[in-house]
């Protein structure tokens, strides 16, 4: 009986144990003093741009005002956000080429499917290049779209001398060496196509939200790379993170890191060839923190970098809004930054940010979770923003980009409110040159 009853006592000793530090873990955050090698406020990022919906937008007759100034065409709004602080501009860009009279893929309904295509994504950049801003590039390699809920393929049926590379394989069918050979040719074409319309990248990204997969070597797709990934249940990737990051490290970050690594490679030979030099060019990808923790991201970084992937910046979506793995959103940012910078010596970039300024609706009617004290109104959605950059700036953040500044599609999150294709500031950005240059 004394046997059962030590058993059951160190058992509910160990529970109580794991609780504490869960507890710990959500709710405890140390702050130490600032370090000079984390003051980032000569050199931040202030990525306010044209969003991948701005294009569509404009075609449809929108304009927008800022104060006395409106802009009809994504020049002007652009021309606008440079001058409220923007240092860059951003492109996504999937394999699908051309833009199609149907918002259908494989037959199915889909948004995405006329917005991230190479032809609209290289308007941006020539609009980049004649305002003599740089642009940030985000290359998917997915047909489509990818984040964390949804996983594609890329596709190469529009690119004929890349698609031969394929030699008559399904990308289910090839091998890693094979889809690297594909990737790195594909790396190069896009890289020409981009850097030869005038504009300056200084920043690529690979990817997008990629916590769960990249270049279809990813969880719940066919790959012959890894075949064991096609039957993961699509839940699991809200208890991987959590419970086995070393598992995602073993069977999809360990090959994924080759495929950035080819794409990366392809790319730098589009600079050779073009004769640009290229030697402060920077490369990262992104994944969203809702389903991750501080460890597990600073462990996919780390497990990139050491499989081959020469990275120079993390990067991260950061949504306080939204459900996910912390209830604390402020804590989970603090956190992971100082994860990625303590493990992976990475400087952390904000690759999406949005805080509603009022009810979120549609498919994200979820996402109207209040952050600490940020009210979900104009006040509120001015001040988390302005608060992220201020502690970003002294603890090694490199920049944010705030989300489809411009999108009516993003309902509360947008930094307009719209009437009648008729965008009009918000406080958010009224006041986005006081926001930016705080400290």
Not at 75 to 101: D, N
Not at 241 to 249: F, H, N, R, T
Not at 262 to 272: E, F, K, S, T, W
Not at 312 to 324: F, L
Request: aromatic share 12%; charged share 25%; net charge negative.
């Amino acid at each position: 009986m004394k046997s059962k009853r030590r058993f059951w006592l160190a058992v509910a000793l160990i529970l109580v144990a794991l609780l504490c530090c869960r507890f710990i873990n959500q709710h405890v955050y140390i702050e130490g003093r600032p370090s000079p090698k984390d003051d980032t406020s000569g050199s931040f990022r202030v990525a306010l741009s044209l969003s991948p919906f701005s294009l569509p937008q404009f075609e449809k007759g929108y304009s927008f005002k800022v104060g006395d100034k409106t802009a009809s065409t994504p020049e002007q709004l652009q021309e606008i956000y440079r001058e409220l602080g923007s240092t860059e501009m951003y492109v996504r860009i999937a394999t699908k080429r051309h833009v199609t009279e149907e918002d259908i893929t494989d037959g199915e309904p889909d948004s995405n499917a006329n917005v991230h295509t190479l032809d609209q994504g290289l308007e941006l950049c020539r609009i980049a290049a004649a305002l003599d801003i740089p642009i940030n590039p985000e290359i998917m390699c997915a047909y489509t779209y990818m984040d964390m809920e949804k996983q594609q393929a890329p596709r190469f049926d529009e690119y004929p001398e890349i698609f031969a590379l394929q030699n008559g394989k399904d990308w289910s069918e090839l091998t890693l060496d094979e889809i690297c050979t594909v990737l790195e040719a594909y790396g190069e074409f896009v890289g020409e196509a981009i850097l030869g319309t005038g504009c300056t990248v200084n920043d690529w990204n690979l990817g997008n939200e990629a916590n769960f997969g990249f270049a279809g070597i990813s969880l719940g797709l066919k790959t012959a790379v890894n075949p064991k990934l096609e039957t993961v249940p699509g839940f699991m990737k809200y208890l991987l993170p959590s419970l086995a990051p070393g598992w995602l490290e073993r069977n999809v970050w360990k090959y994924d890191a080759s495929a950035y690594a080819a794409v990366r490679h392809g790319i730098l030979r589009a600079y050779d060839k073009l004769g640009i030099d290229a030697s402060e060019v920077r490369f990262s990808t992104h994944i969203a923190t809702v389903v991750s923790t501080p460890a597990c991201a600073a462990r996919f970084f780390k497990c990139l970098k050491k499989n081959g992937y020469a990275m120079d910046v993390a990067g991260i979506s950061y949504y306080p809004s939204a459900p996910g793995t912390y209830k604390n959103k402020e804590l989970l940012l603090k956190k992971t930054v100082r994860a990625i910078r303590r493990k992976c010596g990475l400087p952390v970039f904000i690759a999406e940010f949005s805080y509603p300024s009022g009810e979120m609706e549609g498919p994200f009617a979820g996402w109207n979770m209040k952050a600490g004290e940020y009210e979900l109104n104009q006040q509120g959605q001015a001040d988390i923003y302005a608060d992220v950059i201020s502690w970003g700036k002294q603890h090694g953040l490199a920049g944010i980009r705030y989300w489809a500044p411009d999108f009516e599609g993003w309902y509360a999150m947008s930094m307009f409110e719209f009437a009648d294709r008729t965008g009009t500031a918000k406080i958010i950005l009224e006041n986005h040159p006081e926001i930016v240059l705080s400290k």
